[in-house]
């Protein structure tokens, strides 16, 4: 074993630190050996006599990994060292190195890990779902049944003290500096004209002149990965372009690992699978393009989405990084050195953007029901953990308590999200479990049998694909297919699931993602709506396009409107067969906005899609009210009278208030809107039925101190205005008002007058009549006698009989 490496100058603190506790914090930056260093040095130490597994966030790390550690104790991967991966596995007799998923399904089966003296839980600060679960899970078995059992939480770039909090009290935090080679970097800035493939290449183009030594070039997805290959082979076609992300090969993924065999400059072209654990033998240049893909889980849509964003600050060290490793390297980064700081500091944990579903049935499988129990960096969102609990209740996982049933049992023992599981599943009790589980694989392996949106099209590619892959994922499928026969033959179906053995894989994905049924809503099959209630778009150049139902596997996008790229057609039949137990027929009320009405119609929904629908012969009397009554109080200010709203705030009868009256509609709409469609009643009714929720001293208080009308000196009658700004107010003609000293009043309140002339024009507001008679009456009287000239406008108002007559009338009546 290597002696020189940086980690073993604080190997010694750590051995002590896990004999003495339970528990430690191990913080090393890259290159510091910790990843291949640590699990061999536990092999000699008197408490660990049972296995040590390391979790690593990527397959192809954990390969990578077991093989430089068998290397360092002079073995071959499969003795004392191994791996276990979805796809390859080498296992070990005391060390294995396994990816997180596999980790959380060995704490299910066995919560006591016999036989295992520590975990290792390596690269934490990439805060994986299945990192953080496993650690909650391993910190509970230590707790409640293994106190002998070792955790040590590793990594280069975590918060260490709050790993320890997280962990308890006294965890130790052990910190190594490591070997700091020089790391030069290159701010090239960045092209937004630039497609990201013609950037890169140029980028690696000018790397590959000035620099010495292999490069690694990081970019967000395979697509960009293939575009820059076939630009740099046809610029550099004697030079090794070797891509490196989750769909390569193992044998593929290793030889990008280590040195060209033939001793020749090679270009690396990785996703951020690269970014940690892996030491990639050669590498002095990193070429960066600072761009990050991610999965992030649309609660709204329902669908988890690749995003393309901006890498973190922490995620463009690591990368950085890698050039640094083995001696001086250059770092090529294709954005400015001044905006670097406005990057996020890091990557948000998956906890926060993923689909918690898997959490949330391996807790309940755990036992739990309430995430918030274990111990969390960050505990899981409750909005996401609902929406979790809604799909695993859909497919029958969970009983509406939250607890696991015996299908959701089922479904947690395979090693795949539940929805996938139970597509497995399904396709075994439909007796061909295979055909299932090769959709599945389809739909998790990108570009197995080809592109496109129609799975079964795909799926009859991959048929005839003979390559590595396609042979290792129809291998994969074999192994989940023959499991899930074993599984169902022992457990039951969900309650009213049964399958003809003609049942399709299609008919298995819609059994287990019933939300995700969707039908045609146009003539071009380009819009569709999902049982979930959520809209989608398809291509309308897709062969999908012409089917009228499909069972949705994969969308991107946001909620509204995202795009499906993943599904297969499913028949009307097959729904009805089915799907029937999640049919329901029922009749429903609605208010019908064109016609202004409630009616009553007889559907057949399977979630969000009407099948079929008409008018119902018995609809229920209560639901009309109900919907009457919720109409009407969202229209209160204009069904009631105008002004018995504002004439109740005026006086202040809280009993009358919109918030009041909304309160108790039960008690004073219910019965005057039974027996009704409409809401075309008269408004002094609803007045009367509103006026009874008050007591007589309200009802009396209400008439005295809030009076509706005014009746001016002249017998005429006007309403009050209680709704202005100016409240209250009447409006009256000037003449009515003659013979009047006193300035009318509401209460204590003065009412203001709005004087009109005889043609109905405004002359005045006042609130002081006789301030009015003997002030500014002159000029109105001086005005207005010219104008109207057939009326009365005497110099002395107060003194004057009140008449809306003309002068010639007035004196024939006699005043």
């Known amino acids: 074993m290597s002696a020189d490496l940086p980690i073993h100058a604080v190997l010694p603190h750590l051995l002590a630190a ?32 049972g296995q040590i597994i390391i979790t690593s966030p990527r397959r192809v790390a954990a390969g990578a990994a077991a093989e430089r550690m068998a290397q360092m ?28 998923a596999i980790l959380v399904n060995r704490l299910l089966e066995d919560q006591e890990l016999a036989g295992v003296s520590a975990i290792l839980f390596d690269e934490a600060h990439e ?28 990594s280069a770039t975590i918060d260490g003290a709050r790993f320890a909090d997280v962990m308890g009290a006294q965890v130790p935090v052990i910190e190594s500096e490591g070997k700091a080679w020089p790391l030069r970097l290159e701010w090239l800035g960045a092209s937004p004209e630039k497609r990201i493939e013609n950037a890169m290449t140029s980028a690696i183009l000018t790397a590959w002149r000035e620099e010495e030594g292999d490069i690694l070039a990081f970019l967000p997805g395979v697509g960009e990965i293939e575009r820059t290959r076939e630009r740099l082979q ?77 890498a973190s600050q922490a995620a463009s060290a690591q990368r950085a990084g890698r050039a640094a490793r083995q001696g001086p390297g250059v770092a090529y980064r294709l954005w400015e050195e001044g905006g670097h700081a406005g990057r996020p500091a890091y990557d948000a944990p998956e906890m926060l953007t993923a689909d918690l579903a898997p959490l949330v049935l391996s807790l309940a499988k755990w036992g739990l029901t309430d995430p918030a129990s274990l111990r969390w960096l960050d505990t899981p969102p409750e909005a996401s953990v609902a929406a979790a609990r809604h799909s695993l209740r859909s497919m029958g996982a969970l009983d509406e308590s939250g607890a696991v049933t015996p299908w959701g049992e089922a479904i947690a023992q395979l090693p795949m999200d539940p929805a996938s599981a139970a597509t497995v599943l399904f396709g075994a009790l439909a007796g061909d479990g295979l055909s299932s589980a090769r959709l599945v694989a389809l739909m998790q392996e990108r570009g197995l049998g080809g592109r496109g949106e129609d799975l079964m099209a795909r799926l009859q590619k991959w048929a005839s694909d003979r390559s590595p892959r396609a042979r290792a994922a129809e291998r994969l499928s ?41 039908r045609r809503r146009d003539p071009s099959g380009e819009s569709w709506q999902s049982a979930g209630g959520r809209g989608l778009q398809l291509d309308p150049a897709s062969s999908l396009a012409r089917a009228e139902w499909l069972v949705i596997a994969d969308a991107q996008g946001q909620a509204k409107g995202a795009r499906i790229t993943a599904a297969a057609e499913l028949s009307r039949e097959e729904v009805e067969q089915y799907l029937h137990d999640q049919i329901e027929e029922r009749t429903i009320a609605r208010w019908n ?87 075309d009643i008269a408004p002094d009714r609803f007045a009367d039925a509103a006026l009874g929720l008050l ?28 709704t202005g700004d100016d409240a209250p107010s009447v409006e009256v003609r000037v003449q009515a008002l003659f013979g009047l000293e006193r300035h009318p009043m509401i209460g204590s309140t003065p009412l203001l007058l709005k004087l009109t002339s005889p043609a109905g024009r405004p002359i005045q507001a006042t609130r002081d009549l006789p301030g009015f008679w003997r002030g500014s009456w002159a000029d109105v009287r001086k005005d207005m006698k010219g104008r109207y000239p057939k009326h009365r406008w005497p110099e002395e108002p107060w003194a004057e009989k009140p008449s809306l007559k003309t002068k010639n009338a007035f004196s024939k009546g006699g005043g």
């Open 18 to 49: 896990l004999r003495d506790g339970s528990s430690a914090v191990l913080v090393a930056p890259p290159g510091a050996g910790k990843t291949t260093a640590v699990a061999p040095a536990l092999l000699g130490e008197e408490w660990c006599s």
């Open 73 to 100: 104790l002079g073995e071959k991967v499969g003795e004392r060292v191994g791996y276990l991966t979805r796809l390859d596995s080498r296992k070990g007799s005391r060390i294995n190195v396994v990816t997180e």
């Open 695 to 722: 007591d007589w001293e309200e009802r009396q208080r209400l008439d005295t101190s809030a009076p509706r009308n005014f009746t001016s000196p002249a017998g005429t009658t006007h309403s009050i205005d209680y």
């Open 593 to 679: 906005n064109a016609e202004n009405r409630v009616e009553a119609r007889r559907e057949r929904r399977l979630g969000a899609i009407t099948l079929a629908s008409g008018p119902a012969p018995d609809p229920d009397p209560q639901a009309f009210v109900d919907i009457l009554v919720e109409k009407a109080v969202d229209r209160l200010g204009t069904l009631l009278p105008d002004g018995l709203l504002a004439r109740a705030r005026f006086v202040g009868i809280e009993a009358l208030s919109q918030e009041a009256l909304a309160a108790r509609a039960e008690e004073w709409l219910a019965p005057l809107l039974n027996g009704r469609r409409n809401l």
């Open 234 to 310: 046809e610029r550099l076609p004697q030079t090794p372009v070797l891509p490196l992300h989750g769909q390569v090969q193992p044998a593929d993924q290793r030889a990008a690992i280590r040195r060209d065999a033939e001793g020749r400059r090679r270009i690396v072209l990785a996703t951020s699978i690269a970014e940690t654990s892996l030491t990639l033998e050669g590498v002095s240049v990193v070429v960066d393009s600072g761009l990050a893909r991610r999965a992030e889980f649309d609660r709204a849509a329902g669908t988890t989405h690749l995003v393309t964003q901006r």
């Open 478 to 518: 074999e192994g989940w297919a023959k499991k899930a026969q074993s599984i169902v033959s022992d457990w039951p179906a969900p309650k009213g699931q049964s399958l003809a053995h003609a049942a399709s894989p299609a008919v298995c994905l819609a059994l287990a993602r019933p939300d995700f049924i969707a």
């Open 127 to 154: 805060r994986h779902l299945d990192s953080d679960l496993g650690l909650a899970l391993a910190l509970e078995t230590q707790s409640v049944l293994r106190e002998d059992l070792r955790i040590c939480v590793m």
